[in-house]
Every structure is written in structure tokens, then in C-alpha cells.
């Protein structure tokens, strides 16, 4: 035991900064964690898990008109949006309180205030300062906005889970993660949806043939997409909100939400009085066991900007408790790690694109796949599948796997074990499919198409 307060205080209680507090305490150190909003971070409060919710929800729509195939006589009435948000919210409180005892039943001494470093060793929590041996930053990122004249009048995510009513039309901005997938919850829910992006393509850095088959299928959905395109002002007009685009072209909507990347939270952290090192954006820089310039600071999750997902900052955090208390000293593995878009459909990918791996490797072999599952050969829906590997011609290793399609996330994860373990493409070719499936395409792709 150390002559500090604590042997470690986390500040930040979202996903990265609980696993890292909880594992700590698990492993018999001195724990206090803060958090100035609410315990379990973006993803559970203002991200991933209500972000999902919306998605069933804005997809019953698709739903019930192909279930009249299948013989169902299904009348949609309407759509109560404060009910979804309403429900959806006893969820998030109910996670919240998980988080908050599964903290207090390992032993962590929870606080809500927020954090702020003095020094090296000492924290101040609200209007209370407490030293410790190591500290913990964990404190996540924030949605960046541009400063374009009138953005005062746009929404973020953050405000999009809290909406009072549902537009009647509204233009996302952006192409990354949160746009495709608001785009298409929105178009779901029967709000005239624009998806404005200032690049020639949607999901930059995706393999392109993923980026293209979506950005197709959004548009078949009814999402109006607008590329190369860029807002130049926004003014409240009436009470709905005037887009000027560069190009001197105007749209009139009832709600703007910017998706425009998220920037990391060390602003008033004080983290300048302890000497941590920030990189370009802003964000705190770590070496590979989360440890930043000063010895006893360390900084896991969002504002590392490394990759920004809820299981990457886990895996980081339990990797450094385990490493500093837990006498098991291990670094978090960034590579192969598998993502999901949840648009409408959803994206599922693992390891490379074609491009990045044609310039790691050289020579690669393309399989591809693009048809319609088996549930839309009754209905009238015309959304189509595509499913891509990438092999190293010299290895014959898979080395990057995509799909565009229902339930892409749920095989990727599947997949993603089979990459990570290093699997070969004799390997995927020797593995029976489970039919009739969708995934079981991966296991009879057999024509190169380069
Ligand atoms: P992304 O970085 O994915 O995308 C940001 C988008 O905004 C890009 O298309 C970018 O364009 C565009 N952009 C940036 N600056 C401007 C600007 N000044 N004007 C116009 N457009 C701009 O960020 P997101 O906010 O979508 O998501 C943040 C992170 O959160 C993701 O990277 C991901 O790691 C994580 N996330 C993961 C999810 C999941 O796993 N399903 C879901 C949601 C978020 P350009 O490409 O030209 O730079």
C-alpha cells in the first residue's frame, strides 16, 4: 500500500475507464473513479447501445411491408417516437445502475464530479483533491463541429437520442460511422433524409467496393445523398433551418445533424500541470501499454485516439490492470480488429481493404459476391448482398473480410476469429457451410475476380 490516497484514480467512467477501475480493485488495489455525467460512457448513454435501439426500430418499417409476402396482413398505424425514446431511456437507466454497482461491488470508491489533475500525483474531484500513486484518463471524446456561421442551429448525436419530436426532414453531414448509420435510422423512421458529404464517396478508408454497394443500397432505401458537397451557413428561418451550400444552392429541412468526427476530451483535464503529451488532435499520446510521457499516467479508450470502439478501450483497459496490478503483464493487440457500421443494411469488415492490403502485400487474390438473400426472393425488396475476401497470393492468408448485408455484424464476429487465428483460404474452402445461410457464401467463394 502506497502513502497516497489511492493507488489509482480513473478518471472517466465510460467503457475504457470502468473495465480498467473494476479489474484494478479485482486485483487488490486502492480504486476511486469519477465521472461528471453518467457511468458508462458514450456507448452505453449516448452511442453505440441506444444508437442500435433506434436502428430496430427505424428497420420494423422494412419489415412489416416484406412480412406481406410471407402472408402476413400487417396495418402500420403510426409511429410514437416519444415512446422509443421513452423506453429506450429506462434501458440506458438501467445500465447505467449496473455500471455504477458493478464498480462498487469490486471495491472502487465511485464519485460523480469531475476529475481535474493538479499534478502528477494529485487529483481534484468536484471541490475535493485527493493524491494517488497512478492515475487513469479515460475521459472519451466529444462530436466535432465545423465553425461554419449558423452551426449553433445543428444538432449533434448527443442531442439526436434526446429529440423531443421526430423531424419531418432532416440532412445528416458527414460520411463516416455516425452519419451512415443516423441517415439511415432517420430514412427508417419515415423522416425525408439527406446525407450531405464533402468527399466523392461515403465511408472513406472502407474497402471502396463496400463503400459503393452501400452507398447504392441507401440510395435504393430512399436516402438522398449528396456528394462533393458542403454547407456553407445555416440560418433559422421560420423555425426550420436554411442550408447554404457552397455551390450557392439552398435546402430548407426541419433538423441538421452534424456527424463530422469526434475529437478527444483533454481540454481542462489539467492534464498541462501534470506534463502529459498531447498529440495534433488533441489527443493523449501512449505507447503500447497506455503509458504516457509521465511514467505514473496512464490513458486508455476515445482520447487516445487510437481506435476509437467501445471493445478497443476495454481491451485496453483490462490490459493495463491486469499489467500493473494483475502480475500479468500484456499489451492490447490493435490489429485485425473487426468493426460493424450499422446502417441500413449493415457493414461488417475485418482486417484489410483491397487497397491497403494491395499495398502491404503486393499480390492479392479477390473473391467476391453480390445477390440477393434467400427472405427477398418472395418479396418485392430489392436490397442486394455483397460479401468480399482478400487473400495474400503468397500466403494463401485471408487478410481482409467484408460484407454489406443483414446480420453482417453478427458473421463478422465469427469471421474476425477465424483472421485473427490466421486463417488461410484453403481453410475458409474446407469449412462446410451451414445452409441455407447467408455467411455460408464465405465458404464457397471460389472464382477469383481479379
Ligand atoms: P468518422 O471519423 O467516422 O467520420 C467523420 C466524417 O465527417 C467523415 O466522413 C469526414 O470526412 C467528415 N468530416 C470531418 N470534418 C468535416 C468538416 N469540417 N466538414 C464536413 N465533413 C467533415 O467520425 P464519426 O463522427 O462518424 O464517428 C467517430 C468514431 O466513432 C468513428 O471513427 C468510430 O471509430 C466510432 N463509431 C463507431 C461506430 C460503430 O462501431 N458502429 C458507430 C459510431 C461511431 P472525410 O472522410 O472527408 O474526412
Known amino acids: ?73 400487417v396495418e402500420v398505424k403510426s409511429f410514437n417516437w416519444k415512446k422509443l425514446i421513452e423506453n429506450k431511456d429506462k434501458e440506458i437507466d438501467r445500465l447505467n445502475g449496473i455500471y455504477g454497482n458493478l464498480l462498487k461491488n469490486a471495491g472502487c470508491e465511485v464519485f460523480d464530479g469531475r476529475g481535474e489533475l493538479l499534478n502528477r500525483n494529485t487529483v481534484k ?87 459503393d454497394h452501400l452507398s447504392a443500397e441507401i440510395q435504393k432505401k430512399g436516402i438522398n445523398l449528396k456528394l462533393n458537397s458542403d454547407i456553407e451557413k445555416i440560418e433559422l428561418v421560420d423555425g426550420k433551418k436554411k442550408l447554404t451550400y457552397k455551390d450557392g444552392s439552398t435546402q430548407t429541412v426541419d433538423q441538421v445533424m452534424y456527424a463530422t468526427g469526434r475529437a478527444p476530451n483533454t481540454t481542462d483535464v489539467g492534464l498541462e500541470k501534470a506534463g502529459v503529451e498531447l498529440g495534433r488532435k488533441g489527443e493523449i499520446l501512449v505507447n503500447a501499454e497506455s503509458q504516457t510521457n509521465v511514467d505514473n499516467i496512464f490513458a486508455v479508450g476515445d482520447v487516445t485516439d487510437r481506435i476509437a470502439l467501445t471493445p478497443v478501450a476495454t481491451m485496453e483497459g483490462h490490459a493495463f490492470a491486469d499489467s500493473v496490478y494483475g502480475n500479468n503483464p500484456r499489451i492490447p493487440d490493435h490489429d485485425n480488429v473487426p468493426s460493424a457500421v450499422f446502417s441500413q443494411p449493415p457493414v461488417g469488415s475485418v482486417g484489410l481493404s483491397e487497397e491497403q492490403a494491395t499495398e502491404k502485400y503486393g499480390q492479392v487474390d479477390i473473391y467476391k459476391s453480390e445477390f440477393r438473400i434467400l427472405k427477398h426472393t418472395l418479396t418485392e425488396n430489392t436490397e442486394r448482398t455483397f460479401m468480399k475476401l482478400i487473400v495474400d497470393t503468397a500466403t494463401d492468408k485471408v487478410v481482409g473480410v467484408h460484407m454489406v448485408g443483414p446480420d453482417a455484424a453478427e458473421i463478422m464476429q465469427g469471421i474476425a476469429i477465424a483472421v485473427k487465428a490466421g486463417a488461410k483460404k484453403a481453410d475458409f474452402d474446407a469449412t462446410v457451410g451451414i445452409h441455407p445461410s447467408t455467411a455460408e457464401e464465405f465458404c464457397t467463394m471460389r472464382t477469383k475476380s481479379n
Not at 432517420?186 to 425525408?192: A, E
Not at 466523392?200 to 463496400?210: C, E, H, N, S, T
Open 125 to 211: 474531484i468536484g471541490d475535493k483533491t485527493f493524491t494517488t500513486e497512478r492515475i487513469l484518463v479515460a475521459t472519451g471524446g466529444t462530436p466535432f463541429m465545423p465553425s461554419i456561421p449558423g452551426i449553433e442551429h445543428a444538432i449533434t448525436s448527443n442531442e439526436a437520442f434526446y429529440l423531443d419530436e421526430l423531424p419531418e426532414s432532416a440532412v445528416v453531414v458527414g460520411g463516416g460511422y455516425i452519419a451512415v448509420e443516423f441517415a439511415g435510422i432517420f430514412n427508417g423512421l419515415g423522416v425525408d433524409t439527406t446525407l450531405v458529404y464533402r468527399g466523392k464517396q461515403i465511408l472513406r478508408g472502407f474497402d471502396q467496393d463496400v463503400a
Open 1 to 73: 500500500m502506497s502513502n497516497f490516497d489511492y493507488d489509482l484514480i480513473v478518471i472517466g467512467g465510460g467503457s475504457g475507464g470502468v473495465r480498467a477501475a473494476r479489474i484494478s480493485a479485482t486485483h487488490g488495489a486502492k480504486v476511486a473513479i469519477c465521472e461528471e455525467y453518467r457511468y458508462g460512457g458514450t456507448c452505453v448513454i449516448r452511442g453505440c447501445v441506444p444508437k442500435k435501439m433506434f436502428v430496430y426500430s427505424s428497420h420494423f418499417h422494412e419489415e412489416f411491408i416484406d412480412s406481406a409476402s410471407y402472408g402476413w396482413d
